[in-house]
């Protein structure tokens, strides 16, 4: 059925699942409430100011790429097209937590504007929410798989989960909404 990798990263993203949930109903209960007549201007002055947090662990992984590369000016900084030795494990780990963040931050993006454009003023708590947790499985990932790659399920859960659910949530709305007025 499944290897004893898969179940770790299944076992992995099912505890993500188990950290995530009560996350968001601590924020619901915790974060200030908006006023109701909040314009829209200001609701999205909100979620562009959370947004800059969600870049953070994009500026991150850029700068440790970076580092590496110019730790090594030898071998990464003089061609950086150049195929990357075996034992450059530690940038080869940099570059794949680069790319996977880059493309994590961009479904982010468009998951938290999705939200933004869709969902009541009483749930705005939920955009503060999900950059907390992104970044905070941003950082997990980095560290598992900075470990080994194989622990980097737990990362990944806390940021893609959140990412597919509000995701899914948000375009329910606008479809209702289209369908439905």
């Known amino acids: 059925m499944f290897s004893s990798k898969q179940w770790t990263i299944m076992i992995q993203v099912s505890a993500s699942a188990c950290f995530v949930i009560p996350v968001r109903y601590v924020f619901k209960e915790n974060f200030a409430s908006f006023p109701p007549e909040l314009s829209d201007g200001e609701r999205f002055k909100f979620v562009f100011r959370c947004l800059a947090f969600s870049s953070l662990p994009l500026f991150a992984a850029v700068r440790k790429v970076a580092s590496v590369r110019f730790s090594n000016m030898e071998t990464l900084g003089a061609d950086p097209i150049a195929p990357v030795a075996p034992s450059q494990k530690a940038f080869k780990i940099a570059e794949r937590v680069l790319q996977n963040t880059l493309e994590q931050t961009l479904l982010h993006v468009m998951t938290i504007l999705a939200l933004a454009s869709s969902i009541e003023v009483d749930q705005l708590y939920i955009i503060?929410?999900?950059?907390?947790?992104?970044?905070?499985?941003?950082?997990?990932?980095?560290?598992?798989?900075?470990?080994?790659?194989?622990?980097?399920?737990?990362?990944?859960?806390?940021?893609?989960?959140?990412?597919?659910?509000?995701?899914?949530?948000?375009?329910?709305?606008?479809?209702?909404?289209?369908l439905f007025g």
């Open 128 to 178: 503060p929410c999900m950059v907390l947790l992104f970044c905070i499985g941003r950082f997990v990932y980095y560290v598992g798989y900075s470990y080994d790659p194989l622990y980097r399920g737990f990362g990944f859960g806390t940021t893609w989960l959140p990412t597919l659910i509000g995701f899914s949530y948000g375009l329910f709305i606008i479809a209702s909404r289209a």
